[in-house]
């Protein structure tokens, strides 16, 4: 920078103000003192002379808000230097945690890099504090209150999701539901949203306690992102399942890299269906050769790979009857007939893979009816309140700023791109 400066004699103004410097710094004084001088004092003196003179009451505010801003324009360098050294500084750290964890090299050449540099940029830090009664201080109010929103949301977040932990029933729970509690299944694909990996999401027992009634296939789904760049297509959804076979309900996992695009509503629920198929024709919790085991108390997930069942749709004119279920306790007969256009479903199996046994049709086939009969999305609505007895600083957080961040906050992908038809929304009061 100093043989830059001392060479070229250019302190910057010229390559803003003349293009990159394709104007001598003459040429620019010059045209300056003869022409744009000049023009300004005629064009704004006359104002300047008037407005002293008479001065209006109505346009009085007006002009000092035009004023201030103008003042914080001028001092944006004071305003931004503080932010841009502090950038610096946290940069120069992070490049030695590069040094040592990425590109593997010796802790003394981390060490003497954050030094060297390090060294330097705490001086303008000290030169930027000096400054800082003038107009510094901006930024680290800026700084504070985006730091206070993000960690009341990552507060109120962790709560909500404590609670969730915490208000989960067990499978034991959903296989202890007797036909005394007159629990009805109906057609389709019930499509459970849940933020948990395991257990039974408190969302659901408040809606079976409500509405004793679900459908006949019942997939618990949760989406998760996790901190890699790209999940493969082959190793996105773990499918698990909950409970005997005859109660045909699943568990399905999908995970998301930070550069992964989520596909619509359509080929979403395609996948999904079609990852279900694929666990329950491999008959245990290996999928094509390929298994991620997570053994727990409850359940086992597995890697499914898609691609391998393709399921076809056609639209007809079909009649169709619903008759006894044959799942036991928590099912009951639902006798309906209906005349009207559905889609046919059908799976097409690899031609290599083994014929299934029966059982294995039979699920798969019920899969098809459920799917032809449509699918429903079942998604919880959060009121996260403070509990009883809590102290003024957490209700205030809770109460008043994380709702205020929640009620103007988006929603997750999966909300927007679900069709709002088919959607049912559970609210639920979250006491944390």
């Given amino acids: 920078m100093y043989k830059f400066l001392r060479k070229t004699q250019r302190g910057g103004s010229e390559a803003m103000f003349a293009d990159l410097g394709h104007f001598s710094q003459l040429s620019i004084q010059i045209a300056f003192t003869c022409m744009v ?6 064009a ?15 346009i009085r505010w007006p002009v000092l808000a035009i004023a201030i801003l103008a003042a914080v324009v001028g001092s944006q360098a ?40 390090g060294t330097i940029e705490a001086l303008y ?21 985006f730091m206070s929103a993000m960690c009341i949301w990552h507060y109120g977040t962790i709560k909500k999701y404590e609670f969730d932990l915490q208000s989960k029933v067990s499978i034991n729970w959903l296989l202890g539901l007797s036909p005394s509690l007159g629990i009805v299944r109906v057609r389709g694909i019930g499509l459970i949203h849940t ?10 027992s408040h809606f079976v306690t409500n509405l004793p009634a679900f459908h006949q296939v019942l997939i618990f789904l949760c989406v998760k992102n996790v901190p890699i760049p790209h999940v493969p297509h082959e190793e996105r959804f773990l499918v698990g399942r ?16 930070y550069h992964d695009f989520h596909k619509d509503d359509s080929d979403f629920e395609k996948e999904l269906v079609c990852s279900v198929a694929e666990f329950i024709r491999s008959g245990s919790s290996k999928a094509n050769g390929i298994s991620e085991e997570s053994e727990r108390e409850e359940e086992r997930m597995s890697v499914v790979r898609s691609g391998s069942i393709r399921m076809l749709e056609q639209h007809g004119t ?31 199996l690899p031609a290599a893979s083994p014929k299934p046994n029966a059982g294995v049709q039979e699920e798969l086939q019920e899969l098809s009816d459920a799917r032809e009969a449509g699918m429903a999305f079942i998604l919880g609505h959060s009121h996260v309140k403070a509990k009883s007895g809590s102290s003024f600083f957490r209700r205030l957080v809770i109460n008043v700023f994380y709702d205020f961040l929640r009620r103007n906050s988006r929603g997750p992908n999966y909300a927007v791109t679900v069709p709002h038809a088919s959607t049912l929304e559970v609210g639920m009061m ?3």
């Fill in 44 to 58: 704004y003196m006359g104002q300047a002379a008037y407005l002293s003179y008479i001065i209006s009451e109505q």
């Fill in 318 to 348: 079909v009649e169709h009857t619903v008759g006894p279920s044959h799942a036991r306790e928590i099912q009951s007969p639902v006798p309906a007939a209906a005349v009207g256009v559905k889609k046919r479903v059908r799976f097409v």
């Fill in 78 to 117: 004071v305003i931004t230097g503080l932010a841009v050294i502090t950038v610096m500084l946290v940069t120069t750290c992070l490049m030695s945690l590069v040094i040592v964890l990425c590109w593997h090299k010796s802790i003394f050449i981390a060490i003497g890099f954050i030094v060297f540099f």
């Fill in 242 to 257: 909950i409970g005997p076979k005859e109660y045909r309900i699943y568990r399905c996992i999908v995970r998301y890299g």
């Fill in 125 to 145: 830090f000290s030169a930027a504090l000096i400054k800082f009664r003038e107009g510094a201080w901006v930024p680290i109010v800026l700084a504070f209150i």
């Fill in 430 to 432: 979250y006491y944390v």
């Fill in 195 to 204: 933020e948990i990996e395991t257990g039974i999401p408190a969302i659901f």
């Fill in 37 to 42: 001088y000049p023009a300004l004092i005629l």
